[in-house]
C-alpha cells in the first residue's frame, strides 16, 4: 500500500499570501490529521478530519483552516501568511476514528519570507 | 501546559547496547501511547504503541513498558544499531469528550548510536 503523500514538498511565500496544502492517505483510511512542527513549539495538533467533518481543532488562529473531501483526501489553508507560520506541515492518516495509530506523510515545507 | 514530557534531549549509546528514552505525561485520561522515530525534515515513523490496559508491549527490538500509576512509559532498544540514530517523539492520546485521534507530542529525544 502507499503511504500518506503530501504536495508540495517545498514551498516560499511572503507575508500576507495565502496558501493550500494537499494530503492523500493510505487508501482505506478515513481519518486524517494535520500537525505543524516548529523548532520552538515542537509537534502541535492542527485538525482532525473524518468523513468530511472537523472533530477536533488545536489552539490555533482562524486563519488555519482544512477540509475533506468524500475520497478522504484532505486540504489545509492558511490565509494571511505570517513569518512564525513557517514550519512543516504534516498529515497522517488512520483507518478510523478513535485512539489509533496515526502514519504519517513527509511533511511540506513551508518559508514565509 | 506540557502534558507529556521527554525530560532528555538527547542520549548517546554505544553499538549493542541498550538504548532507554524515557517520557512521562500528566493527564490521567490519556490511554493509548506511541513512540515515533523522525529524521529532519521526513514525517514521523511509527515504531511501536502500547494501550493502558497492558503494561508491556514488544516488536523485535523494541520494547515499550508502561506504568500507570507512575504516568511514565519508556522505550527500550535492545541492541542498539547505529541506523537507530534519530529523534525520538513520544505521543499520547485518548477517549475523552468524544474519540479521538489528537496526539500530543514530547519534546523528542536525540538518540546518537555510537559506532
Known amino acids: 500500500k502507499a503511504g500518506v503523500t503530501q504536495t508540495p514538498r517545498y514551498l516560499i511565500k511572503t507575508r500576507g499570501q495565502q496558501v493550500t496544502l494537499s494530503c492523500s492517505p493510505i487508501s482505506g483510511h478515513r481519518s486524517v490529521s494535520w500537525y505543524q512542527q516548529t523548532p520552538g513549539q515542537g509537534l502541535q495538533f492542527l485538525f482532525e478530519y473524518f468523513s468530511e467533518t472537523q472533530r477536533n481543532k488545536g489552539n490555533f488562529p482562524g486563519r488555519f483552516s482544512g477540509r475533506q473531501f468524500s475520497n478522504s483526501r484532505s486540504e489545509m489553508n492558511v490565509s494571511t501568511l505570517e513569518l512564525g507560520d513557517s514550519a512543516l506541515y504534516l498529515c497522517?492518516?488512520?483507518?478510523?476514528?478513535?485512539?489509533?495509530?496515526?502514519?504519517f506523510g513527509p511533511g511540506t515545507r513551508l518559508t514565509v519570507l | 501546559d506540557q502534558q507529556v514530557k521527554q525530560n532528555s534531549p538527547s542520549l548517546s549509546v554505544q553499538e549493542g547496547r541498550i538504548s532507554i528514552l524515557n517520557c512521562d505525561y500528566t493527564?490521567?485520561?490519556?490511554?493509548?501511547f506511541l513512540w515515533y522515530k523522525k529524521y529532519p525534515a521526513e514525517g514521523p515513523t511509527f515504531l511501536i504503541s502500547?494501550?493502558?490496559?497492558?503494561d508491556k508491549n514488544e516488536d523485535g527490538r523494541f520494547t515499550v513498558f508502561l506504568n500507570k500509576s507512575a504516568k511514565h512509559l519508556s522505550l527500550h532498544i535492545v541492541p542498539s544499531q547505529p541506523g537507530d540514530s534519530a529523534v525520538y517523539f513520544c505521543a499520547a492520546s485518548g477517549i475523552y469528550g468524544g474519540a479521538t485521534n489528537k496526539l500530543i507530542f514530547g519534546t523528542g529525544t536525540l538518540l546518537a548510536v555510537q559506532p
Open positions: 502500547i494501550s493502558s490496559i497492558k
Open positions: 493527564n490521567s485520561m490519556f490511554d493509548y
Open positions: 497522517a492518516s488512520s483507518p478510523s476514528k478513535g485512539t489509533d495509530t496515526q502514519y
